[in-house]
């Protein structure tokens, strides 16, 4: 480390008798009449010296040359211009001069303290305790202890013998806020303060960067960018809150007063960081939305995408920033956010099932610069309801069995109870299925999924009533079938056998081209009377019909059957079953009978009324 020294004048004394590369010049002989002279100086030197030495106090380079034609006077009396070799010629006060600004300035060579010798006397000096050192250790001593000795020729022991102990003064500095505070307009070089050696403060000094965070050396730098942080506001470098550790060095001109000063800079941010204003309320960087009142809500979304979009939405439009291109006394300017200087983060994760609030980060990025303010918004986000399916013609039915039966027919979904827009939005998908061919009790699953992912799910109860259908073995067959029913009414229709019927009916007694005969499984059989057309053989005749010969009698019919069992009432002498009552008489029973009809061949009695009961299962008895 390069110190500039300040030493007594014995200092001067001495160095001026170190050679640097000089030439000692070589001994004369001294005659016996110059002893006399030499005793004359000694006695002079020690006056001058114990003179110079308790008088004077310090001296700098810039005055030296002043000291220096004495100091040459003292050791170079009665000797020759060589003495002092390898410097240019001049005064010796010049070279002595220049030799020792050469001392204390060059780089780090060894100086050999070696001895001066004149035509009648030697000197010598020793820097602490050595005769041999280098400007390094000269330089970095706080102290030097400088012993001088003058000999006279041929003497072995010095005639002058005298030890100085020099305290080396240099400039100071002194960095009294080790830990400084940066919440204003800030001078580097305000706290610091540089001495002179004689302790005189002073001004004329610069500061270098000596390692890191030095961005705030300059004094040009605009109060209200340090206090938003702003390291330099050509670059637009930032500094965020924080400590920050600082490393410079100091001169005076080009001499190094002092090294690696450290301190720790607090950075505090100022008014001028940029605010937000929400709804009426004012926020500083780094706060968080407390008043209920500034929440936002923001308009339902489709999905967690869209919803994202619908609160970065919400946020520009609710959301001001200050503009920092105001001095820190200025009164923040307000100006709306927009897309391009913010980054909305929305929480990674909504549940849209549920109403909460999401805590929205917002960052504010000034055009032109790294300046960045960040607020915490909470958004409201209302829960989405789940689809609604409704069925027009009711949610669980009851159908012949044969029935076609749509899936999809009837139904409406919507994509939340607001059930305004039929389908919008909407995956809805039926698990199940029926076979309307076959009798039971069919659950089907309706499920309905809107785009938030809620789920809406309905079981459909469908029932098939009847005989099952099956495929019947179909040949062709070709006759006239007469219908075989009851007087006055008819036979339906069906479009296959044993499937749905038709509206149609053939009336009793009507006569139809056959062209089909169907037998099914259990062997009943249907005749095909027309496309699409069938009917039940066991209400065809294949022969005409013959009215029934109706004839009055008068009587008790007896029930003749079988012990323990029935017979059948019937409401014509057409016995079948569709004109079978439902009505069954015990054997053994006792009936009045009023008419006689025969049908076919077959002849039935009437007791009373449409009550027909087949003559071979009665014993007549006539009044």
Request: hydrophobic share 40%; net charge neutral; charged share 20%.
């Amino acid at each position: 480390m390069n110190k500039l020294k300040y030493v007594t004048l014995n200092a001067v004394l001495i160095l001026g008798l170190l050679p640097v590369a000089s030439t000692i010049a070589a001994v004369e002989t001294v005659h016996a009449d110059e002893l006399s002279a030499t005793t004359r100086q000694n006695s002079g030197m020690a006056s001058l010296l114990d003179d110079k030495l308790k008088r004077e106090a310090s001296i700098s380079i810039d005055d030296l040359n002043g000291h220096a034609s004495v100091l040459a006077d003292i050791v170079n009396q009665e000797s020759n211009e060589a003495i002092i070799s390898g410097y240019p010629a001049g005064p010796k006060n010049v070279a002595l001069a220049a030799l020792f600004k050469a001392i204390l300035k060059v780089d780090d060579s060894s100086f050999t303290l070696q001895s001066l010798t004149n035509q009648i006397s030697r000197g010598q000096l020793v820097i602490n305790g050595k005769t041999a050192i280098t400007a390094e250790e000269i330089k970095s001593s706080e102290r030097l202890i400088i012993e001088f000795k003058l000999f006279s020729l041929g003497s072995t022991a010095p005639s002058i013998s005298q030890p100085v102990t020099l305290n080396v003064k240099h400039y100071s500095a002194v960095n009294p806020d080790l830990v400084k505070k940066v919440t204003e307009v800030y001078n580097v070089r305000g706290d610091l303060k540089v001495k002179d050696p004689e302790g005189l403060e002073i001004t004329d000094y610069t500061i270098k960067i000596a390692g890191t965070n030095t961005e705030l050396m300059s004094d040009a730098k605009p109060g209200y960018l340090i206090e938003a942080g702003l390291i330099d506001a050509g670059t637009g470098k930032f500094i965020n809150e924080g400590s920050y550790v600082q490393k410079f060095d100091i001169y005076v001109g080009d001499l190094l007063v002092k090294a690696n000063v450290e301190r720790t800079l607090e950075i505090s941010i100022g008014d001028a960081q940029p605010s937000f204003e929400i709804r009426g309320g004012k926020y500083d960087s780094g706060s968080t939305i407390t008043n209920t009142s500034h929440f936002l809500t923001p308009i339902e979304g489709d999905s967690v995408d869209s919803l994202e979009a619908s609160i970065k939405r919400v946020v520009l439009d609710n959301i001001k920033v200050s503009d920092m291109n105001v001095n820190v006394s200025a009164t923040s300017d307000y100006s709306a956010l927009t897309a391009e200087n913010s980054v909305i983060e929305a929480p990674v994760v909504f549940d849209l099932s549920k109403t909460a609030t999401y805590k929205v980060k917002v960052t504010y990025k000034k055009s032109g610069s790294n300046i960045t303010s960040v607020i915490t918004v909470p958004v409201i986000v209302k829960a989405a309801t789940a689809p609604v399916i409704r069925f027009t013609q009711g949610q669980n039915l009851t159908i012949p069995v044969g029935t076609s039966f749509d899936l999809a027919k009837n139904i409406k979904v919507y994509e939340n109870k607001i059930a305004t827009v039929e389908g919008q939005n909407v995956v809805w998908k039926v698990d199940g299925a029926i076979d309307t061919a076959t009798p039971g009790v069919y659950r089907l699953r309706y499920i309905a999924t809107n785009p938030k992912g809620l789920s809406t799910e309905l079981t459909r109860i469908i029932t098939v009533e009847g005989k099952a259908t099956e495929k019947p073995t179909i040949e062709k067959f070709v006759s006239v079938g007469y219908v075989n029913y009851v007087p006055g009414y008819g036979i339906r229709v069906w479009g296959e056998p044993q499937s749905n019927g038709s509206d149609r009916v053939l009336a009793h007694g009507t006569a139809w081209k056959i062209d089909q005969k169907a037998t099914m499984k259990d062997g009943s059989v249907w005749y095909r009377v027309g496309t699409n057309q069938w009917v039940d053989a066991q209400y065809v005749s294949l022969t005409p019909i013959n009215e029934a010969n109706e004839e009055n009698v008068s009587g008790v019919a007896t029930i003749n059957y079988v012990e323990g069992y029935s017979v059948n009432v019937y409401s014509s002498p057409a016995s079948s079953s569709a004109s079978w009552t439902g009505k069954q008489l015990k054997h053994g029973t006792k009936w009045l009978t009023y008419k006689r009809a025969t049908v076919n061949g077959k002849t039935f009695y009437n007791l009373g009324g449409s009550q027909w009961v087949d003559s071979q299962y009665i014993t007549f008895s006539a009044n």
